[in-house]
T-cell receptor, first 113, second 110 residues
Framework: GENVEQHPSTLSVQEGDSAVIKCTYS??????FPWYKQELGKGPQLIID?????GEKKDQRIAVTLNKTAKHFSLHITETQPEDSAVYFC????????????FGPGTSLSVIP | DTAVSQTPKYLVTQMGNDKSIKCEQN?????MYWYKQDSKKFLKIMFS???????INETVPNRFSPKSPDKAHLNLHINSLELGDSAVYFC?????????FGSGTRLTVV
């Protein structure tokens, strides 16, 4: 089955700096890669996603890149702000009617004012 | 106007008790899920229902029984609770894209 690894497990950055979180997946059939942000006491929230036919996607300060050959994908956050502090999860799935999303172990991001 | 709502938010109970967690979504999604998040924040799928039909049943003890009376509701009943069941349980729904999660139920077994 699918296995998703995620690094680093914790990340501290100064406000205004960039943050990068990297993930790898094992199942070459996976074709949909969402990213979730979980704030304290809340459920994970979808922040951006990418499909396997696309190499990069941007939404304001966040971007995702995907390298299907290497089975790597990454989340980039630019101009970080204190409200970006949260746990971030990458995930992978085969986008069928009955998708089972496999999550990475999470990255705890702290943005220091 | 919460999209995916779970009740209760907190649940403290003794070992051996039986408890239920309820979930409702008003998004019109066909698929609903239960995920367990342990103390290290790891999210693991437990069950998935599509239009009231069970489609994913991971290796979860038989003490856990999901029920979907209609496609907007997915409840989780747990029998004979054990200390190791302590975790945050998340309900989620989806329709062709990412999940929408509820805010979670923190279950503490003492």
């Amino acid at each position: 089955g699918e296995n998703v690894e995620q690094h680093p497990s914790t990340l501290s950055v100064q406000e205004g700096d960039s943050a990068v979180i990297k993930c790898t997946y094992s199942d070459s059939a996976s074709n949909y890669f969402p990213w979730y942000k979980q704030e304290l006491g809340k459920g994970p929230q979808l922040i951006i996603d990418i499909r396997s036919n696309v190499g990069e996607k941007k939404d304001q300060r966040i971007a995702v890149t995907l390298n299907k050959t290497a089975k790597h994908f990454s989340l980039h956050i630019t101009e970080t702000q204190p409200e970006d502090s949260a746990v971030y999860f990458c995930a992978a799935t085969k986008k069928t009617s009955y998708d089972k999303v496999i999550f990475g172990p999470g990255t705890s991001l702290s943005v220091i004012p | 106007d919460t999209a995916v709502s779970q009740t209760p938010k907190y649940l403290v109970t003794q070992m051996g008790n039986d408890k239920s967690i309820k979930c409702e979504q008003n998004l019109g999604h066909d698929t609903m899920y239960w995920y367990k998040q342990d103390s290290k924040k790891f999210l693991k799928i437990m069950f998935s229902y599509n239009n009231k039909e069970l489609i994913i049943n991971e290796t979860v003890p038989n003490r856990f029984s999901p029920k979907s009376p209609d496609k907007a509701h997915l409840n989780l009943h747990i029998n004979s609770l054990e200390l190791g069941d302590s975790a945050v349980y998340f309900c989620a729904s989806s329709q062709g894209r990412g999940y929408t999660f509820g805010s979670g139920t923190r279950l503490t077994v003492v």
